[in-house]
């Protein structure tokens, strides 16, 4: 277990980090959390999200959660918002997951075979 | 069904976020003597009338906009009854709600625990504006976390923070190799 001395430690190493990192979010990945989600893996591809982050050390790229967005049917649903746009995701995978940190997250190419829906008009 | 106890447990925990809850505890208690698995999950949230606990079990009842059905705690009944156990839900409209389910530990039906070390860390750093408690007990030997003592020191360094994930993982995974339950 973590002791309290290891917890201030971890505390100034974070907020050393926080210091030298500027602004807001760069992209946030919202993963939906409801039965249908879950059932169709949400769980190993958030895991796969944050692992990928933390590999490629994406420190300002949050990942968050919502729940059912009512197409049980194409999940995993996964919302992508960067630049102000927000894309949707269907079926994502462990593998998918990857693949759109490195081409969309970071690169900012949205991962065409893969898309849901857009917030296009 | 959920292949894993551990998915039952986030999808139980995203109805006490969905409650609006900002404390959420999840208990596993591991009793090999008399041969018991139970489950309890606790929250602040804004809880349930009694007309509405009596038919949760069924799943056309859901608070739900987007679709008609609810399959969460029926999930978890069908996993109750099948391991000659029991479910009771325990709520009050502004009280929070309290779900235990209890099991026959070595019943054949019984759902393995699985990556509950994932499913509590996901829950932590995707919700860092809620509180958990997480205990997992096997007989004597038990394990907890606390989110509520970690705030207090991180301060404002946030659950999602990358350092604090990271030790967060390595604390769930060391604390349940320690009581005998490395799952992953």
């Not at chain 1, 049917?73 to 693949?99: R, S």
């Not at chain 2, 949230?45 to 609810?70: A, H, Y």
Request: aromatic share 4%; proline share 3%; glycine share 8%.
């Amino acid at each position: 277990m973590t002791t309290l001395d290891e917890l201030r430690k971890l505390k100034e190493k974070a907020l050393d980090d926080l210091k030298t990192r500027e602004g807001s979010a760069s992209a946030k990945i919202t993963v939906g959390m409801g039965t249908c989600g879950i059932a169709a893996g949400a769980r190993e591809v958030t895991t796969a999200f944050m692992e990928e982050i933390e590999k490629r050390n994406l420190k300002d790229v949050i990942v968050a959660q919502s729940g059912c967005m009512g197409y049980c049917e194409q999940e995993p649903l996964v919302e992508v918002e960067k630049d102000g746009q927000k894309i949707v995701y269907k079926k994502v995978t462990a593998e998918g997951a990857k693949k759109i940190v490195a081409e969309h997250v970071i690169n900012g190419n949205i991962v065409g075979d893969m898309v849901f829906a857009t917030d296009e008009k | 069904m959920m292949p894993e106890l551990s998915l039952n447990i986030l999808d139980l925990a995203e109805n006490s976020i969905r409650a609006e809850a900002d404390f959420v505890e999840i208990t596993l208690d591991e009793n090999t003597k008399d041969d018991i698995l139970t489950l309890v999950i606790r929250d602040n949230g804004k809880g349930m009338d009694g007309e509405f606990v009596k038919q949760i079990t069924n799943p056309f009842i859901t608070t739900r906009t987007t679709r008609k059905v609810g399959l969460g705690i029926p999930f978890v009944k069908q996993i109750t009854d099948l391991c000659e156990g029991e479910l009771v839900i325990d709520s009050e409209p502004g009280q929070g709600t309290e779900l235990k389910a209890i099991m026959k530990n070595s019943h054949i039906d019984r759902p393995p625990v699985g990556d509950i070390v994932s499913v509590i860390h996901t829950l932590i750093v995707l919700n860092p504006h809620i509180d958990f408690l997480f205990i997992y007990k096997v007989d004597e030997n038990c394990y907890s976390i606390d989110t509520r003592e970690w705030k207090e020191i991180l301060d404002v360094v946030p659950l999602n923070d990358m350092n604090v994930q990271k030790t967060l993982k390595e604390d769930l995974l060391s604390g349940l190799k320690k009581i005998g339950r490395s799952l992953i």
